[in-house]
């Protein structure tokens, strides 16, 4: 099984709805982040999470939000989803005793927006 | 400019040889380097850190040049299961802040 887990793996919706993603892990981490992946433009950070009662934007917040329920869960909201919210969605997790960039990464979940 | 860059390629290159690429960095502060692996449609893999004084692990071996702010990956005797996208990874701790290259694409051909 794998230590991070993310579902749904795969969603189509319409324009206008409301869609959660979530995540969980097995691997103790504090530590948790949400990416989107556009094809050629790499990894980009949405919000991440040092604890449960620790919540950042990162670079591409605008249109999404995030719920950490407990320290193995943190879900990711469109709250009215858009077109150009189509991607490939990424949870990771960290170890804050590690070295800041070694992340483990759920399978994705690839959203598209009709 | 991006704070990580690399060569989106795509290499295409024979079974069994050695290939090079490199990632630009720009933010002098970045404390930590990383070399991630992604196969099509899948999540990122940590391929292996990356350190001053090199780090090699069987084919691959990865080095950080501090004064010309790049980090590198080679890979000898490519294998065509080495074929997939090659993701550099900046981290700066002060900031707990991680920055991601668009990744270079490698196709290894029989």
């Known amino acids: 099984d794998a230590d991070v887990t993310q579902t749904p793996r795969n969603r189509i919706t319409k324009t206008g709805k409301r869609i959660m993603l979530e995540c969980s892990q097995t691997?103790?981490?504090?530590?948790m982040y949400w990416y989107r992946q556009d094809p050629g433009l790499g990894l980009q950070l949405i919000y991440y999470s040092f604890d449960v009662k620790d919540i950042n934007k990162g670079e591409i917040s605008d249109g999404y939000s995030v719920s950490r329920q407990a320290q193995a869960k943190f879900s990711l909201s469109l709250e009215s989803a858009i077109p150009n919210q189509t991607a490939l969605y990424f949870c990771?997790?960290?170890?804050?005793?590690?070295?800041?960039?070694?992340?483990?990464f759920g399978e994705g979940s690839r959203l598209t927006v009709l | 400019r991006k704070e990580v860059e690399q060569d989106p390629g795509p290499f295409n290159v024979p079974e069994g040889a050695t290939v090079a690429f490199n990632c630009t960095y720009s933010n002098s502060a970045s404390q930590s380097f990383f070399w991630y692996r992604q196969d099509c449609r899948k999540e990122p893999k940590l391929l292996m850190s990356?350190?001053?004084s090199g780090n090699e692990d069987g084919r691959f071996t990865a080095q950080l040049n501090r004064a010309s702010q790049y980090i590198s990956l080679l890979i000898r005797d490519s294998k065509l299961s080495d074929s997939a996208t090659y993701l550099c990874v900046a981290g700066y701790s002060s900031a707990s802040k991680i920055i991601f290259g668009s990744g270079t694409r490698l196709s290894i051909r029989p």
């Open positions: 691997k103790g981490h504090d530590r």
């Open positions: 990771a997790t960290s170890d804050p005793r590690g070295a800041v960039g070694e992340l483990f």
């Open positions: 990356v350190y001053s």
